[in-house]
């Protein structure tokens, strides 16, 4: 299994957040059904002020390019991506276009494992 964070900022409108925030708790089973087809088992949202979070824990096999191929075939998911970015903006660094920002891990702890230094 393969896991990814990425992130994404909202529009700085409380307005916005909050019917996003709705949009998102009636997600589109159409919606769900592209997401779990590429071959992702977990995604979680989570949001701070303005700022998105988002996991994902997925098949080995799965692939951001396919997924991307598999998604502008998709006419409900391309409605889906105009209809949101109405409330989202590109994170600082993002390349044009860019939404989801792949991030890089830099640390992780796992319970069992040993501490050194003390």
Known sequence: ???YALALDLQDDPQL????ERLHRN???E???SITDSGILCMEIFRFADRMFMIIEATDDFSFDEKAIADAANPIV???ERSTWRYQKPIPGAKPGEKWVLMDKIF???TGEETHGQ
């Open 17 to 20: 957040i909050a019917e996003y």
């Open 108 to 110: 992780e702890l796992r």
């Open 1 to 3: 299994m393969k896991r």
């Open 27 to 29: 997600v589109a089973a």
């Open 31 to 33: 919606i769900k059904k």
């Open 78 to 80: 391309q409605e889906w």
